[in-house]
């Protein structure tokens, strides 16, 4: 049986990987990509890391596993969780937050889904994580608890976590068991091991001793953090450093015959980014002012008495949360408001938060779609689900094409806005901005004159999808969903 190795790049830009393979940048993404196969692949909504993330590892929408996005109303605990963009930018705001919410929080409290290590090594097949932050497994490890304690003070004085059976994690578990591997790029100016340079570097050690297991996933934060600040054109020099890892990889195993007869590679993203505006008045839309005369909750606080509206931004999407007591006159006075920002593009929202019965509603300015699943209903989409509706399919792009629903501007549109909404720790409402634009509250900073993402928009919505090596009897999707990456491995691996 093949061994698999799923290298998972942060924000990879399938258009953009496309085209500088064309002008010949990129050698052995496209020797990889020439003996096996590479399509555009889509995301889920909102496009964002963290809830993406959770989906390349359990193959579930957030619905299902309870990462909605970056930034969220933890009701059960009346806390705002929020896990800002890389790794490098969370680092800015405190080493000690970072490891808490990251290491602790995200994987223990709410993580619902099993992950692909957790279906992997209860089949008795062994894995491997190297920096993903969505690591959880059901082998107990030490954490470095001098450098933790320095950061997180009120830790008990064992800190255990449970990962795959080979985890490696920054500066946090550098030598796992069994591994004859050493990390050299690590403390504060290597993220504290969370970087692209590290994850390059403990791969090609693995690859040299040939100590992979039967599955690993190996995570490169940064391509995201570049793309942000320089723009997603802009920044492929990043992928230039990992270019030259997959031909010293291939090099390893003596070739890329022999490497792909003893493995399945696949290479993804979790999302895209599109390019955002130069101005930042013009680029930023500030929620708080768009929905001036309501009362805001502050930003990263939990509610007070007083505040009705919980304003949850994720970079170019954003989720509101409302008070129980807010009527549904008020409901309708802040979609007039948000409709009335011209910058505004979609506002996505359960059908019951206006009383309109079952199902979700997409609403621009220029009309209202309202659909729900049901069997037998009017049409199928790509991928099988069946669908009713009312209204202007126009406002999410849809299309019927001989009775198949397909949205070309706004990709798998119903199944990924059901996704969304159907997840108990998702606000009822969301707006998408339009190209170019973020949405902010005050003290969140925009990326202007750069790249961003997490709409539902194509831009924002397309990693691809390389697989060489794939066994003869395995069928590889022709419409890729990250959701889709989980089964491809498990039947590489023949485990149901
Ligand atoms: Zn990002």
């Known amino acids: 049986m093949k061994r698999v190795l799923l290298l998972v790049i942060d924000a990879l830009t399938a258009p953009l990987l496309v085209k500088e393979m064309e002008n010949g940048r990129y050698p052995n993404f496209q020797k990889l990509s020439d003996a096996g196969y590479l399509q555009e692949g889509i995301s889920i909504f909102p496009s964002i890391t963290h809830a993406a993330l959770t989906s390349i590892i359990t193959g579930e929408y957030p619905d299902k596993h309870g990462i909605i996005a970056s ?42 889904a099993l992950t692909l290590f957790q279906k992997l090594e209860r089949n008795g097949h062994e894995t491997a994580c190297i920096n993903f932050p969505l690591y959880r497994g059901d082998v107990p490890h030490k954490v470095n608890m001098p450098l933790l304690l320095k950061w997180i003070p009120n830790l008990p004085e064992s800190t255990v976590v449970y990962g795959p059976k080979k ?76 270019d030259e890892m997959l031909g010293d990889l291939i090099a390893a195993y003596g070739g890329l015959d022999s490497f792909l007869q003893q493995f399945m590679l696949i290479i993804t993203g979790d999302h895209s980014q599109s390019e955002t505006l130069a101005d930042k008045a013009e680029q930023a839309i500030n929620l708080e002012e768009t929905l001036n005369g309501f009362q805001m909750a502050q ?46 593009d979609q506002l996505i929202y359960r059908a019951s938060l206006t009383d309109s019965g079952q199902g979700y509603v997409v609403q621009t300015q220029n009309g209202r779609l309202h659909f729900w699943r049901e069997e037998d209903g009017k049409a199928v989409d790509q991928f099988g689900n069946s669908w009713c509706w009312t209204g202007e399919l126009a406002v999410v792009d849809g299309r019927l094409q001989e009775s198949i629903l397909t949205f070309p501007d706004y990709p798998n549109a119903f199944e990924r806005i059901a996704g969304a909404l159907d997840c108990t720790t998702s606000g009822p409402l969301w707006i998408t901005a339009k190209l170019g634009h973020e949405l902010i509250v005050p003290h969140i900073k925009p990326y202007v004159g750069g790249g961003s993402h997490a709409s539902l928009h194509r831009l924002d919505s397309q990693p691809p999808l390389i697989v060489a090596g794939a066994p003869q009897n395995i069928t590889l999707p022709k419409l890729p969903r990250i959701t889709d990456i989980v089964p491809l491995c498990l039947a590489c691996l023949e485990t149901e």
């Not at 009346?78 to 990251?102: C, H, I, T, W």
């Open 71 to 112: 930034h969220w109303y933890d009701f059960a605990n009346d806390k705002v969780a929020y896990f800002s963009g890389s790794p490098g930018m969370m680092l800015q705001k405190g080493v000690g937050n970072f490891f808490r919410e990251f290491l602790l929080d995200l994987n223990n409290d709410h993580l619902k």
């Open 167 to 242: 985890l490696l994690l920054g500066d946090l578990i550098l030598n796992p068991n069994e591994l004859d591997i050493e990390a050299s790029f690590t403390g504060a100016a290597n993220w504290f091991g969370f970087h692209d340079k590290n994850t390059i570097d403990l791969v090609l050690q693995l690859a040299a001793n040939d100590e992979f297991p039967d599955f690993t996933l190996a995570y490169f934060p940064q391509n995201d953090e570049t793309s942000h600040a320089e723009g997603p054109v802009a920044s492929h020099h990043q992928l230039d450093r990992l």
């Open 299 to 344: 930003a990263g606080q939990p509610w007070n008495d007083d505040s009705e509206i919980m304003a949850c931004p994720n970079l170019r999407t954003a989720h509101l949360y409302f008070k129980d007591s807010f009527t549904p006159g008020k409901v309708q006075m802040v979609l007039d408001q948000l409709l009335a920002e011209s910058r505004i």
